[in-house]
Structures are given as structure tokens and as C-alpha cells.
């Protein structure tokens, strides 16, 4: 047998994990669908498990048909799900193009601009200038409006990589949800026997981790779009304005800490823009002020008993731990960083605790872990 020498080994080992890296980024669509899979593998095994147990006569389904119903319950649930909401979402992009922008923006310009004085605009970078060219001027080359005309090209694009992305995701989460340990299985491949007992024991602990995260993080979306959309309705909104309001503020919920005020300036701008014939002083500004109200309400709500549920109880993480990974990760990353930050820091965690675990830093932020 011929013995390969530490520096050797250490350098082969330094080439394959290159290697290995090269191969993920070449094949990330692939990898991406795989992951998707999984994370879809994870909300609905408890499912499977569910209809396992219904007795059909004398008989138990069996595993196979129980993965086919827990995924085909799944996709109508999403697409009934978006079948009553996309209806609600056109009807509401033929209304707002109805109006004119420019209305719009004259409606909120004055009393925008005496906000932009008090915080120290002079009057004289105003002068000549009207509110449209002031936001063109400033955020013209960060949103990029002269590329706007290759929207619907891009779109024309998507929607086949959609299709392929469907029913590659429907096939893999369908063999995944049927063999739960099948994803297991192929990354114990690609691990030496030394390291089997560990990785074994690292992807059964993310497994009830990431389970908890998604699942709480989807209620999370869910109760924010509601409650938004209550709340909505309540102070005046109509109800299909109140509904595409509420599913904007719960999808951007999604982006940590950023994600609410994005939400609730794009619900503001449709609550302008569906009321631009009424007077503003008199109305609007009112009806603004209540929207403001319960988007504050609904993100309080969300921050004491949603998030800490989600993020710190489910993930076994400390809430100021949980904030700087999310920051630091938004810094690295941006937006898709903050949304991925939870994630993977998980996982950074469980495999540092396996494999590091005499070190004091490793021991301070797994010691919840179990």
C-alpha cells in the first residue's frame, strides 16, 4: 500500500475541497434545486407522517403514496394560494397604472419637502426642481430606470426557467419526502468512515433545527400578512386593496428587521395612490397616519412574540447573537445574506460543536444546543 505523506494529503485535501467549491458554483441551479427540495422535505415530512397514520380499511398508505399526497397537497396549497391572491395583485397593478405618477408624487410634494427641509435641504438645491427629478436624480443610478424597458424580456425568461424549476424541485422533494434519510445518504458519500458518526449526528440536529425555523417562519409570514390585512380593513382600506397590502408587508417580513419598512412604505405608496382624487390634508394624510399605526402595531406584535419564537427559541440562539449575525451577514451579502443568515449560521454552529468543541467561543454559542 503506498503511504501518502502529510503535506501531501493536506494539499490533496486543500484540492478537493477547491474542487468541490468550483463544482457547487458551476452546478448551482442544480444545487439550488436540491436545497429547495430539502427545505421543502423538512415542512412537509410531519405531513407524510400524518397520512402514514390514516387507516384506509385495513390498510396503511404506504410510503410512497403518502410522499405523492404530502407533495401534491403541498403544491395546492401554494398554487390555490396564489391563485386567490394573483387575481387581487393584477387588479391592483391595473389600478395603480391607471394613475398618473406625477399626480402622485405633486400630491405628497409639499409636505415631503418641508420634511426634507427640516432635515437640513436647503431650499435652493429644491429650486427648479420638482419631487420627480429630485428621486430620478438621487436614485436614478441605483435602480437603473433606463433598464425598466427589459422587464418583461427578463420575465419572458423566467417563467420557462420556472417551469423547469417546478418540476425538477416536484421530482428530487418527491424522493426525498419518500426515503428521509436519502439526502443523508448522499452527502455520507462524499464523507471519510472516520467522519461518518459526527456528519450522522450534524445532519440530525440541523434537520430539527431548520425544521422548526421554516415552519415558524412561514407562520410568521402568514400571521403578518393577516394581521396587516385586519388591521387594513379595519381602519378603511378595501378588502382587495387590504389583502395585496397584507401579502407585500408578510413576503417582505421575510428580510430581517429591513423587510417590515419596505413593506409598509409600498402599502403607504398604494394607500396614496388609491386615494389621490381625495383631498390629502383632509383625508389621505389621516389614513396614512392610521396605516402607520397598524403597520407599527402589527411589527411590535411580530418583534415580541413572533420573532423571539422563530428566531431565538427555534434555532437555540441568544436574540443580540441572532441580530449581529444577521447585520453581519446583510453587510457581506446584502438582502440574500439576511435572509440566509439564520440558516447557515445554524449549521456553522452544529458543525463547530462536533468538531470544535474545546474551544471557549465554540462552547459559549452551542452551550443551548443540547
Given at each position: 500500500?503506498?503511504?501518502?505523506?502529510?503535506?501531501?494529503?493536506?494539499?490533496?485535501?486543500?484540492?478537493?475541497?477547491?474542487?468541490?467549491?468550483?463544482?457547487?458554483?458551476?452546478?448551482?441551479?442544480?444545487?439550488?434545486?436540491?436545497?429547495?427540495?430539502?427545505?421543502?422535505?423538512?415542512?412537509?415530512?410531519?405531513?407524510?407522517?400524518?397520512?402514514q397514520r390514516l387507516k384506509l380499511g385495513r390498510?396503511?398508505?404506504?410510503?410512497?403514496?403518502?410522499?405523492?399526497?404530502?407533495?401534491?397537497?403541498?403544491?395546492?396549497?401554494f398554487i390555490g394560494f396564489f391563485s386567490f391572491?394573483?387575481?387581487?395583485?393584477?387588479?391592483?397593478?391595473?389600478?395603480?397604472?391607471?394613475?398618473?405618477?406625477?399626480?402622485?408624487?405633486?400630491?405628497?410634494?409639499?409636505?415631503?419637502?418641508?420634511?426634507?427641509?427640516?432635515?437640513?435641504?436647503?431650499?435652493?438645491?429644491?429650486?427648479?426642481?420638482?419631487?420627480?427629478?429630485?428621486?430620478?436624480?438621487?436614485?436614478?443610478?441605483?435602480?437603473?430606470?433606463?433598464?425598466?424597458?427589459?422587464?418583461?424580456?427578463?420575465?419572458?425568461?423566467?417563467?420557462?426557467?420556472?417551469?423547469?424549476?417546478?418540476?425538477?424541485?416536484?421530482?428530487?422533494?418527491?424522493?426525498?419526502?419518500?426515503?428521509?434519510?436519502?439526502?443523508?445518504?448522499?452527502?455520507?458519500?462524499?464523507?471519510?468512515?472516520?467522519?461518518?458518526?459526527?456528519?450522522?449526528?450534524?445532519?440530525?440536529?440541523?434537520?430539527?433545527?431548520?425544521?422548526?425555523?421554516?415552519?415558524?417562519?412561514?407562520?410568521?409570514?402568514?400571521?403578518?400578512?393577516?394581521?396587516?390585512?385586519?388591521?387594513?380593513?379595519?381602519?378603511?382600506?378595501?378588502?382587495?386593496?387590504?389583502?395585496?397590502?397584507?401579502?407585500?408587508?408578510?413576503?417582505?417580513?421575510?428580510?430581517?428587521?429591513?423587510?417590515?419598512?419596505?413593506?409598509?412604505?409600498?402599502?403607504?405608496?398604494?394607500?396614496?395612490?388609491?386615494?389621490?382624487?381625495?383631498?390629502?390634508?383632509?383625508?389621505?394624510?389621516?389614513?396614512?397616519?392610521?396605516?402607520?399605526?397598524?403597520?407599527?402595531?402589527?411589527?411590535?406584535?411580530?418583534?415580541?412574540?413572533?420573532?423571539?419564537?422563530?428566531?431565538?427559541?427555534?434555532?437555540?440562539?441568544?436574540?443580540?447573537?441572532?441580530?449581529?449575525?444577521?447585520?453581519?451577514?446583510?453587510?457581506?451579502?446584502?438582502?440574500?445574506?439576511?435572509?440566509?443568515?439564520?440558516?447557515?449560521?445554524?449549521?456553522?454552529?452544529?458543525?463547530?460543536?462536533?468538531?470544535?468543541?474545546?474551544?471557549?467561543?465554540?462552547?459559549?454559542?452551542?452551550?443551548?444546543?443540547?
Amino acid at each position: 500500500m503506498i503511504k501518502i505523506q502529510g503535506s501531501t494529503r493536506n494539499a490533496l485535501l486543500v484540492l478537493g475541497i477547491v474542487l468541490s467549491f468550483f463544482l457547487i458554483w458551476y452546478f448551482r441551479a442544480i444545487v439550488s434545486y436540491i436545497l429547495i427540495s430539502v427545505v421543502l422535505s423538512l415542512i412537509g415530512r410531519p405531513l407524510v407522517r400524518l397520512i402514514q397514520r390514516l387507516k384506509l380499511g385495513r390498510f396503511y398508505p404506504p410510503k410512497g403514496l403518502a410522499a405523492f399526497l404530502a407533495l401534491v397537497a403541498m403544491w395546492f396549497l401554494f398554487i390555490g394560494f396564489f391563485s386567490f391572491l394573483i387575481p387581487l395583485v393584477m387588479n391592483e397593478f391595473q389600478e395603480l397604472s391607471a394613475v398618473n405618477l406625477k399626480s402622485v408624487i405633486n400630491e405628497i410634494e409639499e409636505p415631503v419637502e418641508k420634511v426634507m427641509s427640516f432635515l437640513g435641504f436647503q431650499p435652493a438645491e429644491m429650486e427648479n426642481r420638482n419631487f420627480l427629478d429630485i428621486i430620478k436624480s438621487q436614485l436614478g443610478d441605483k435602480i437603473g430606470f433606463a433598464q425598466l424597458t427589459n422587464v418583461f424580456a427578463f420575465i419572458a425568461g423566467a417563467v420557462g426557467k420556472l417551469l423547469v424549476a417546478f418540476f425538477s424541485v416536484s421530482f428530487i422533494t418527491y424522493f426525498f419526502l419518500s426515503e428521509e434519510n436519502l439526502f443523508k445518504k448522499i452527502i455520507l458519500v462524499f464523507v471519510p468512515l472516520s467522519y461518518e458518526g459526527k456528519t450522522s449526528k450534524i445532519l440530525a440536529s440541523v434537520s430539527v433545527l431548520l425544521k422548526r425555523y421554516f415552519i415558524g417562519l412561514l407562520a410568521e409570514v402568514f400571521m403578518v400578512g393577516l394581521l396587516v390585512t385586519i388591521g387594513m380593513v379595519i381602519i378603511g382600506i378595501g378588502f382587495s386593496h387590504a389583502v395585496v397590502i397584507g401579502l407585500f408587508c408578510g413576503l417582505f417580513n421575510i428580510i430581517p428587521y429591513l423587510g417590515p419598512w419596505m413593506g409598509a412604505l409600498v402599502g403607504m405608496f398604494i394607500g396614496i395612490a388609491i386615494n389621490i382624487h381625495a383631498d390629502f390634508m383632509s383625508y389621505t394624510l389621516p389614513l396614512l397616519g392610521l396605516m402607520i399605526i397598524v403597520f407599527v402595531l402589527v411589527q411590535l406584535l411580530d418583534n415580541v412574540l413572533f420573532q423571539p419564537l422563530i428566531y431565538s427559541s427555534s434555532v437555540k440562539a441568544h436574540p443580540l447573537e441572532i441580530f449581529l449575525v444577521i447585520m453581519i451577514a446583510g453587510t457581506m451579502a446584502g438582502i440574500a445574506g439576511m435572509i440566509l443568515a439564520i440558516p447557515v449560521y445554524t449549521i456553522l454552529r452544529v458543525v463547530a460543536k462536533e468538531f470544535m468543541d474545546n474551544l471557549k467561543i465554540v462552547k459559549a454559542l452551542t452551550k443551548n444546543l443540547g
